[in-house]
């Protein structure tokens, strides 16, 4: 028989001590990564939805220069299309004191509202009379790949020659239509996410400037 002596160890629980250190540590580090990946994954889904806006305002923006390219094939049909108040998306510019025609209603977003008639709807534009035969018809873009379709807008910016001789643009001179002179495309795109206001949360604007001799 084999005796046992000795002093009896006291435990102190230094061990539970660091598990329970370890696993707040473990804790920490996964809510950490949690975040991150919340936070990215937030970042991804923005940019993915303003690169759908871009691609649809530069969509927008070919549509407006093929509309205006394909109207220069006649000239007695297409004059005096391009008026003050923007009809049908077709704008003389504002003097140049003045805000240009896409800027007005920054914010409030009156001109590229559904209801507005200073800019065209994507796939859906109302074609001026004498040269809807010439500009060729599109669809809209497919529905749920963008929140609402984009809108575009051009702007006669022919220099006039009081104009050029002040060195400016004055006020537009376009008495041969719209064959020749020099026109602005603004074109404003949207993602496929909608805000609370359901309203588009992402917005894009393009601009491109066509000269025609």
Same mark, same amino acid.
């Given at each position: 028989m084999i005796a046992k002596?000795?002093?009896?160890?006291?435990?102190r629980g230094a061990a539970l001590v660091v598990a329970l250190i370890m696993l707040v540590l473990m804790t920490l580090v996964g809510i950490t990564a949690m975040q991150v990946t919340t936070v990215q994954q937030k970042m991804v889904t923005n940019n993915r939805d303003?690169?759908?806006?871009?691609? @649809? !305002? =530069?969509? @927008?923006l070919k549509r407006g220069e093929r509309y205006i390219l394909?109207?220069?094939i006649g000239k007695a049909t297409v004059e005096h299309l391009f008026t003050d108040p923007c009809t049908a998306g077709l704008c003389k510019p504002k003097p140049m004191a003045s805000d240009p025609q896409w800027l007005e209603a920054i914010g409030t977003n009156v001109i590229w509202?559904?209801?507005?008639?200073?800019?065209?709807?994507?796939g859906s534009e109302?074609?001026? @009379?004498? !040269?809807s035969d010439k500009i060729p018809t599109i669809l809209p873009l497919p529905s749920g790949s963008v929140a609402k379709q984009p809108?575009?807008?051009? =702007?006669?910016?022919?220099?006039? =020659?009081?104009?050029?001789?002040?060195?400016?643009?004055?006020?537009?001179?376009? +008495?041969?239509?719209?064959?020749?002179g020099w026109f602005r495309v603004? !074109?404003?795109?949207?993602g496929q996410?909608?805000? +609370?206001?359901? =309203?588009p949360l992402s917005r894009v604007m393009l601009q491109s400037v066509i000269r025609k001799d």
């Amino acid at each position: 028989m084999i005796a046992k002596t000795g002093l009896f160890v006291q435990q102190r629980g230094a061990a539970l001590v660091v598990a329970l250190i370890m696993l707040v540590l473990m804790t920490l580090v996964g809510i950490t990564a949690m975040q991150v990946t919340t936070v990215q994954q937030k970042m991804v889904t923005n940019n993915r939805d303003l690169n759908t806006a871009f691609q @649809a !305002a =530069e969509t @927008a923006l070919k549509r407006g220069e093929r509309y205006i390219l394909s109207m220069m094939i006649g000239k007695a049909t297409v004059e005096h299309l391009f008026t003050d108040p923007c009809t049908a998306g077709l704008c003389k510019p504002k003097p140049m004191a003045s805000d240009p025609q896409w800027l007005e209603a920054i914010g409030t977003n009156v001109i590229w509202a559904d209801t507005s008639t200073t800019t065209l709807k994507y796939g859906s534009e109302t074609k001026p @009379a004498g !040269a809807s035969d010439k500009i060729p018809t599109i669809l809209p873009l497919p529905s749920g790949s963008v929140a609402k379709q984009p809108r575009f807008m051009i =702007e006669d910016i022919t220099p006039s =020659e009081k104009g050029k001789a002040q060195g400016g643009l004055g006020t537009v001179k376009n +008495d041969a239509g719209v064959d020749q002179g020099w026109f602005r495309v603004t !074109a404003q795109g949207y993602g496929q996410r909608l805000g +609370d206001d359901n =309203e588009p949360l992402s917005r894009v604007m393009l601009q491109s400037v066509i000269r025609k001799d």
